[in-house]
């Protein structure tokens, strides 16, 4: 599929795609060590329920998606896998076997609670464009996880991603602290990478996400140019009260209004 067909798989409404990040039923079932919830069976009912996409993070140290999860997942849905990996040797030879149909590079820290920031592009831009030809050359898109700064876009570009997914980790947290000043500012900053990576490269995608929920995603939603958005951990949360099936299609609502 090419990028500009994948533009054409956007709604009428101009609402983003929607991407259901399940690692956390994996946290739940690592949490016991034992077989359930299972991560494929969750998988399987956000797409029945209008997931456009299933995303994952293998992290280094397994804490939640495992090994095995990621061939079973790539080999039962029928929407797009996006597999979230740190840019290491060990996690390129597992994504150049099961080709998901995206990676999505990120940095991982073992001491994180989750992922705390994009990717520092720009101090690493020949490494990562020899790892990113190496996705491309087995078939495989490939987005980085960035702040939402020129600097690190035009490195993004310049290492041939195909798209950018932009952090909004920031923007959620001035919600969580109530700080609506802090909040506004960050909105208005991704809003203006969206803007700045819509100019400097037409063809790259624009994805969103980090500490999304229901609240706070539709401004997000609303900004031009936004490709798709990745949520985890609020709508799992929200799972827990009202099952999954409602906590997706209660995102993709909560995402046109
Ligand atoms: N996008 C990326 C690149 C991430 O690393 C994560 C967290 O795994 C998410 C999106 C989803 O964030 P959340 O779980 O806060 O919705």
Redesign the pocket.
């Known amino acids: 599929m090419t990028t500009m067909q994948q533009h054409s798989t956007k709604n009428s409404a101009n609402t983003p795609l929607l991407g259901v990040?399940i690692?956390h039923v994996a946290t739940l079932r690592q949490a016991r060590g034992v077989s359930y919830p299972s991560p494929v069976a969750a998988a399987l009912l956000c797409e029945q329920a209008g997931a456009d996409g299933i995303?994952i993070?293998l992290r280094e140290d397994r804490r939640h998606i495992q090994d095995a999860d990621v061939y079973e997942i790539a080999e039962k849905i029928t929407t797009r896998l996006n597999l979230?990996i740190a840019a290491t040797a060990e996690m390129l030879a597992i994504a150049c076997e099961v080709k998901p149909y995206w990676v999505?590079l990120?940095p991982e820290k073992r001491a994180e609670l989750?992922?705390e920031g994009g990717l520092d592009i720009a101090e690493q831009t020949a490494y990562l464009t020899e790892y990113i030809n190496e996705l491309h050359a087995a078939g495989i898109k490939v987005s980085l996880?960035v702040d939402p700064d020129e600097t690190q876009i035009q490195a993004a570009i310049d290492c041939h991603a195909d798209a950018i997914?932009i952090h909004t980790g920031a923007y959620a947290e001035a919600g969580l602290a109530e700080d609506v000043t802090a909040q506004n500012a960050e909105l208005q900053r991704i809003q203006q990478a969206a803007a700045t990576a819509q100019r400097l490269d037409d063809k790259l995608l624009i994805n969103a996400?980090?500490?999304?929920t229901r609240d706070n995603v539709n401004a997000i939603a609303q900004i031009d140019g936004i490709y798709e958005l990745?949520?985890?951990?609020?709508l799992i949360a929200d799972a827990v009260f009202m099952g999954l099936e409602q906590a997706v299609k209660q995102m993709k609502a909560a995402m046109r209004k």
């Not at 996400?209 to 999304?212: T, V």
């Not at 990745?230 to 609020?234: M, T």
Request: proline share 0%.
């Open positions: 990040n690692d995303t993070h979230e999505c990120v989750t992922t996880f997914e996400g980090h500490g999304l990745n949520i985890g951990h609020a």
